[in-house]
Every structure is written in structure tokens, then in C-alpha cells.
């Protein structure tokens, strides 16, 4: 056996003993892991595995102080983008891209926060069968082998404010608590997948056990309903099915991850709903989190929502929030837009920066982790004032393992915003061929990314 293959096939970490105490520290995907391209694993051929996640916040940016001036590589960056500029080279700026409400009864912030999402304006907000996210449908193509299916965690501290749709009414909660998914990601139930000794969790076992055993009776109980209440049923039964998935997951062995180690243990967080210091705590933590989660094979797939669609961040102290100065405050003269508001913005973008670098923390081989992660960040609208669906601001970050290319500034010139949502569909592996309803369904990739 050559060494390559020998060293690609072993534990990847190290063991050691201090002061008569086992010591693991996790290694870095190093060149002898992988193929000849540093793509692949070379013990087994498989790609390392890609990643993606969305990243959300509210009440858009001010049109002109955003877009970049000039088309295609090397862009400019200037004024409320100038937070990203590390990330330029690994990032592509989608401008003039819109949504179509095609008449339907429009709820501000609402239906453009869905839709973005969805590629479906909803007719009515809480009350319509909304369509699968974007997010749902991908990790229905890579979640399945993982233990968790997908992470949602909100930095507002409202689980309720999440864009995350099963289908149907079905709405995933969003963890809002750092120290609640520190738990839930690292605490009784976690398998260390570098760890040399596996044993089934008894209570997993237990869980698993119980949900066989009603399969037949689910199978025939779908037999004897009706339409309506079959819809009802395949919602819930949906969810079942992903718990088993993720159950039959933890009673198996986990493959190495390298790059995988523990952050240290969250024991505290800011709980201050949308007071802005508070939720950029949150977000910092829940980035690093969600690195840690990625690295250590846990999922492939996150949602992170920094504000809610209408944007109810505040100054401590402060008795206007965001979304309520993009109303009430004058658009400075001199300046030709909403000083108060627009500081609010170069925090937001500033909050987007933070939870990149978490991600291009983890090296591995000549890249970091964010280089096989895909990152979709979009606001639900273009100016806030005007709740205006025109001129959406959206980024991707990251190539997918290289799937995308990267580092462009693509201008759309009023085409829907559903036509990223295709792109990424069809660059994470789904064979879907158009996305989107009425007057936002495109079967136009962006080209000018695509590999």
C-alpha cells in the first residue's frame, strides 16, 4: 500500500497522552487525503461533500449604493458592499433582479421574504400552501445521510422568524437560542466521527424501533382517506420520515471528518430580542456553529435569519427601529439617502462578513471550508421606503467545490429573482429544468456562473 493511500485510509487525527490524559486533535483535509485535484477523498473517490445555506435579513439596501459599477470580474465594490470586500474574488452579485406579485394581494416584506425563497408569491400570508424552499429541495438532495437534515437558527430570538417551507403549511421553527443548538449539535447526542469506539445510543435505538413499527398502519390509513386529508397526512408523515432518516443516521457509524472539532462550549448569549448588539452576538455565535456542524458532517445544509422580513433591529436606548426609520426618517439632501437607516444596513452587511469569515476559518488542503460551501444572501426587497420589489439585492459565496464560477458581477436587468434559485438548484445536482410560478417561473440559468 502506498503511503498516500495508507495515511488516506487511517483515523484521521492524532492521539497522544498529556499528563496521563488521552489527547484527539482533529486534522485539516491534508494533500495526502485527497486525489490528484484535492476534490475527492482518495480512500474512497467521493467528492467532499458541498454544502449550502442561506442567509437572510430585511429591508434590502438603498438603491445606486450597492451595485457595482462595472460588469464581470474585478468589480467595485463601494459603499454598503464595502464590509465584503475580502470575500469580492469569492462572490457574485446578482443586480436588478425583481419579483412579479401578478396581481395577487401583496403583504409588505411578507410575500417578498416567501418568495425569494419559494419562487412563489403567496396569495395570503399564514393562511396559502406554500410551495418548498429553496433550501428544503436541496436538502432533500444531499440532507438524507446526514444527522440533521438542515439547521435553521435565528439571531432575532422569535423562532417564528423563519423563510424555511416544507410544502404545504408546513413551516420549519428556527432555533433562537446559541446555547440551546450548541446542545443540540454537540451535547449527549454527538458522535465524534473521529472517534475510533461506536456504540448505538440505546434511546436512539428505541425511537427508531417505534416508528418502524407503525409503518404498515401509516400505509394503510393513507388508503382510507380522502384527498384532503391525505395532503394533511403526507404533510406530518413528511416530517416522520426525515426524523427516521435522521435516527437510522446516528445508528451508524459516521465517517471521518478531518476538518472536525468541537467549538468550545457556548454557556451564554445575549437574549434581547432584536436590540442589534444582542442579535450580532447571535449571529457571530451561530456562525461559528454552524462551521463547526458542516466540518464535523452533522449537515449540509443551514438557514440563518439575522432580521425578520421588516427589519425591527434597534439601538439600545434607541426607540426606532430599522424598519420603522425607512419610513419616517427624510432622506438627507446632501447625502440622497436615509442617514439612520442606512447605518443600520452597514451593520447588517458588516453581520454577513462575520459569518463568512467563521466559514473561511476551517482550512482544508488550499481552500476553507466556505470554498465548498454555496451561501445564497438576499433581502426580501429592493428600497424599504417604497417597499419596492425591484432591484433585490442578492450574493452567492462560495463555488460550491468549485460547481460555480465566482467572483463576477452578473447585472439581470428586471429578469425575476428566481432565476438564482434555478441556477443553484441546478448547480448543487437537481435535475430541475425550471423554477418559480406565474410570471417569476424562468428556465434561464445564469449562464455567466455556471460551470
Known amino acids: 500500500m502506498s503511503v498516500t493511500n495508507r495515511l488516506a485510509t487511517r483515523r484521521r487525527f492524532l492521539q497522544g497522552m498529556l499528563q496521563g490524559t488521552a489527547i484527539t486533535v482533529g486534522l485539516p483535509f491534508l494533500e495526502c487525503f485527497l486525489n490528484g485535484n484535492g ?47 475580502a470575500f469580492r474574488d469569492r462572490m457574485n452579485v446578482f443586480s436588478g433582479l425583481r419579483l412579479f406579485a401578478d396581481g395577487k394581494p401583496f403583504n409588505p416584506h411578507g410575500s417578498g421574504a416567501i418568495a425569494v425563497m419559494t419562487g412563489d408569491v403567496p396569495s395570503a400570508i399564514g393562511t396559502s400552501n406554500y410551495l418548498p424552499s429553496l433550501d428544503n429541495l436541496i436538502a432533500d438532495r444531499v440532507g438524507a445521510g446526514r444527522r440533521f437534515r438542515s439547521l435553521e437558527m435565528t439571531a432575532t430570538g422569535d423562532p417564528k422568524d423563519c423563510y424555511s417551507y416544507r410544502g404545504g403549511r408546513v413551516v ?4 433562537p437560542s446559541p446555547v440551546a443548538m450548541y446542545e443540540r449539535l454537540f451535547g449527549a447526542g454527538f458522535v465524534d466521527p473521529n472517534a ?41 408523515l413528511t416530517s416522520v420520515r426525515q426524523l427516521e432518516q435522521q435516527l437510522a443516521v446516528q445508528l451508524e457509524k ?39 456542524a458542516l466540518a464535523c458532517g ?12 421588516i427589519s425591527g433591529l434597534r439601538k439600545a436606548g434607541e426607540p426606532s427601529t430599522h424598519h420603522l426609520l425607512t419610513h419616517e426618517e427624510s432622506v ?20 454577513l462578513a462575520v459569518f463568512l469569515k467563521e466559514l473561511d476559518s476551517i482550512r482544508e488542503v488550499d481552500g476553507t471550508l466556505l470554498d465548498r460551501t454555496l451561501v445564497y444572501a438576499s433581502s426580501e426587497g429592493g428600497l424599504a421606503r417604497t417597499h419596492s420589489l425591484e432591484n433585490i439585492p442578492v450574493f452567492t459565496i462560495g463555488s460550491a467545490n468549485g460547481r460555480v464560477k465566482t467572483g463576477l458581477h452578473v447585472p439581470c436587468s428586471g429578469d425575476s429573482i428566481t432565476r438564482v434559485g434555478l441556477t443553484i438548484q441546478q448547480a448543487m445536482g437537481l435535475p430541475v429544468a425550471k423554477w418559480g410560478t406565474d410570471s417569476n417561473e424562468t428556465s434561464r440559468p445564469i449562464r455567466e456562473i455556471m460551470v
Not at 420549519?172 to 432555533?175: G, I, L
Request: proline share 6%; glycine share 6%; with cysteine.
Open 254 to 292: 459516521p465517517a471521518p471528518m478531518a476538518a472536525c472539532t468541537m467549538p468550545p462550549k457556548i454557556t451564554n448569549a445575549k437574549s434581547d430580542g432584536l436590540e442589534l448588539e444582542s442579535v450580532k452576538t447571535n449571529n457571530q455565535l451561530f456562525a461559528k456553529l454552524a462551521a463547526h
Open 39 to 85: 476534490t475527492a477523498l482518495a480512500a474512497t473517490g467521493k467528492e467532499l461533500p458541498v454544502c449550502f445555506g442561506t442567509w437572510f435579513w430585511g429591508c434590502g439596501l438603498n438603491p445606486g449604493r450597492w451595485e457595482p459599477k462595472t460588469v464581470g470580474a474585478n468589480y467595485d465594490i463601494h459603499d454598503e458592499l464595502e464590509p465584503l470586500a
Open 332 to 351: 438627507d439632501e446632501k447625502l440622497g439617502y436615509q442617514k439612520k437607516a442606512t447605518w443600520f444596513l452597514g451593520e447588517v452587511i458588516s453581520s
Open 196 to 236: 475510533a469506539d461506536f456504540k448505538p445510543d440505546t434511546k436512539v435505538m428505541l425511537r427508531h424501533s417505534a416508528l418502524s413499527a407503525v409503518t404498515e398502519q401509516r400505509q394503510s390509513l393513507m388508503r382510507d382517506l380522502g384527498a384532503s386529508d391525505k395532503r394533511r397526512l403526507d404533510e406530518y
Open 172 to 175: 420549519n421553527s428556527a432555533e
Open 298 to 309: 452533522q449537515t449540509q445544509v443551514f438557514n440563518v435569519v439575522f432580521t425578520n422580513a
